[in-house]
Nanobody, 126 residues
Framework: QVHLAESGGGLVQAGGSLRLSCAAS????????MGWFRQAPGKEREFVAH????????YYADSVKGRFTTSRDNAKNTVYLQMDSLKPEDTAVYYC???????????????????WGQGTQVTVSS
């Protein structure tokens, strides 16, 4: 069992930055690849970023590529999402998810994630 808890959301002006954290419980954090998703009001949850168990390989949605960076610290059981050059369209609830490191499904597939956090709100004003 893995429990995930996101933090770091808030209100920021367009062009600003935020860093989200996702803290995981348990001693098997390095057995999981991690993903970030977001859900805006009235829209479906969408993929944002993925990082493998080692932190060496990352993958991003086109909409955030070059602006967002995900990283992880396995010693701290934490994954991060650094968000720069934020836009109003980035406004959403952001979720982190954990999936088994051997998963062969594309990281954009929501169903491939076994555990989810409760989400943290990010609001970008224009």
């Amino acid at each position: 069992q893995v429990h995930l808890a996101e933090s770091g959301g808030g209100l920021v002006q367009a062009g600003g930055s935020l860093r989200l954290s996702c803290a995981a419980s348990g001693r098997t954090f390095s057995s999981y690849a991690m993903g970030w998703f977001r859900q805006a009001p009235g829209k479906e949850r969408e993929f944002v970023a993925h990082i493998d168990w080692s932190g060496e390989n990352t993958y991003y949605a086109d909409s955030v590529k070059g602006r967002f960076t995900t990283s992880r610290d396995n010693a701290k059981n934490t994954v991060y999402l650094q968000m720069d050059s934020l836009k109003p369209e980035d406004t959403a609830v952001y979720y982190c998810g954990a999936r088994w490191l051997m998963s062969t499904s594309p990281p954009v597939i929501i169903g491939s994630y076994k555990y989810w956090g409760q989400g943290t709100q990010v609001t970008v004003s224009s």
